[in-house]
């Protein structure tokens, strides 16, 4: 964590104005706090349904959620200055609309001790932010998006993340990202003193660290590398090669972890890797993926989005020990047949050669089970499962509804007893619509 500390420290100064590196940066003229400001309320009304086809972990069939959200955010301008102030808040509020005890658990709604849905759940937040030349910095809770450490927004409440966030882009084609985060809100929480969790690791450690940096973003040739540190539980690095031609999109990326420290989550030593093809001819688009999990544990994460390979889906990451997965997938786009704004999407995912059975006695991935006086691997061996999606879109293009969307999915997840997953079948029903209210 030093070590990541540190450099971050080294970036302050290297992104300062007068850095010899900097020189000949112009800094961006500052709009004004007020007159840079914006606020947008998003309404969002979400339904989710899961009907198990299998014993599920609650020994529940069938559970189901209805919920109204309300996200407020505002985001002021910046003070003039060689070093400009801004802040950015947040609110939310949740209200059950349907979901009693014997149907909760959705993850949309907070559960009271009974196992209840709550009819209604808020929270707030926000963050002090400094800029000078091209680099904010910012202090407090907020939402970030890196391959290595990335808040999900997949409920009816966005996570978030409290703590420090750099941002520069003072070289041209070098987007540059630094963090150290340690307190959490979950996506159906008010308190941001919770913890992020994955298969076997957890924010409960302390804190995450990273930097790193998207090179050449808006070139037909860019990538990033990253790094990262989960407190005593492992370093993880990231590559991403990408190229953008027409019609033509190849993304490749790479993941490698190592535990490190006291190793709470026992021993680590895996490479991820994924590599997509998409190829877009008018209206249809398709697209064929191939992922590769090397090492004894799953591939691992903390924070609901912070896993880019190509087959973490909807529903299943096909991120297992020793795991192979292909994917195909086919989007439409409805515009040019008469109904702008319609878009469809189908694919499928099918992973194999899973084995869960050597990892570490006794860490996150093969706990000890006293009940049984053994050690319980996550998963067997010969795992394998697939999952298929399939999705319709809608977003109105004018009138005063514009922006309302609609978005139906249908998730099935299959899989066998050494996979450990559920089979499952999800429908998601979400309708959204911003109200913005511009700059003041």
Not at 75 to 82: D, I, K, L, Q
Not at 168 to 173: C, F
Not at 359 to 367: D, I, L, W
Not at 385 to 408: C, M
Request: aromatic share 12%; charged share 20%; proline share 4%.
């Amino acid at each position: 964590m030093t070590e990541l500390r540190v450099t971050c420290g080294l970036l302050l100064v290297i992104c300062a104005p007068n850095g010899t590196a900097l020189a000949s940066q112009a800094a961006q003229p500052s709009q004004g706090f007020r007159e840079g400001s914006s606020l947008e309320v998003l309404s969002r009304n979400f339904y989710l349904g899961n009907d198990y086809r299998s014993p599920s972990p609650s020994g529940k069939n069938h559970i189901q959620e209805w919920a109204q959200g309300y996200i407020t955010s505002f985001e002021s301008g910046f003070t003039s200055g060689t070093i400009g102030f801004g802040i950015d808040v947040h609110a939310f509020l949740g209200l059950k609309l349907d979901g009693g005890k014997g149907h909760s658990g959705t993850g949309l709604l907070p559960l009271d001790q009974e196992g209840r849905s709550e009819d209604n759940y808020s929270s707030g937040g926000g963050a002090l932010k400094l800029r000078t030349s091209r680099t904010t910095l910012a202090f407090g809770e907020m939402t970030v998006q890196t391959p290595v450490f990335d808040t999900a927004d997949k409920r009816l409440q966005p996570e978030y993340a409290t703590g420090l966030l750099l941002d520069s882009r003072e070289v041209d084609d070098m987007h540059v990202l630094a963090g150290h985060f340690t307190a959490f809100k979950n996506q159906n929480a008010s308190t941001r003193k919770g913890d992020f969790s994955g298969y076997g690791a957890s924010s409960r450690t302390g804190g995450i660290d990273f930097i790193g940096a998207n090179l050449f973003e808006e070139r037909p040739v860019g990538g990033a590398l990253y790094a990262s540190q989960l407190s005593d539980t492992w370093h993880q690095y990231y590559a991403n090669l990408h190229l953008k031609q027409s019609g033509f999109f190849v993304d490749g990326n790479v993941y490698h972890t190592r535990d490190y420290g006291e190793s709470v989550a026992g021993a680590i030593d895996n490479t991820a890797y994924s590599l997509a093809g998409k190829y877009t001819a008018g209206t249809h688009a398709f697209t064929l993926a191939y992922q590769k999990i090397n090492g004894n544990t799953p591939f691992d994460f903390i924070g609901g989005d912070s896993i880019y390979l190509a087959n973490s889906i909807k529903y299943a990451d096909f991120n297992g020990p020793h795991e192979h997965s292909w994917q195909a997938r086919y989007d439409l786009d409805l515009g040019s047949y008469g109904i702008p704004g319609l878009k469809f999407m189908i694919r499928y995912v099918a992973g194999r050669g899973i084995d869960g059975t050597h990892a570490p006695k006794g860490g996150g991935y093969n706990p000890f089970d006293e009940s049984t006086g053994e050690y319980a691997p996550q998963q067997g061996d010969g795992g394998r499962h697939w999952e298929r999606d399939i999705d319709l879109r809608y977003v109105l293009q004018s009138g005063p509804a514009k922006d309302l969307s609609f978005q139906l999915s249908h998730v099935v997840h299959r899989a066998n007893s050494a996979q450990g997953g559920d089979d499952i079948d999800r429908i998601y029903i979400v309708i959204e619509y911003p109200l913005k209210f511009g700059r003041f």
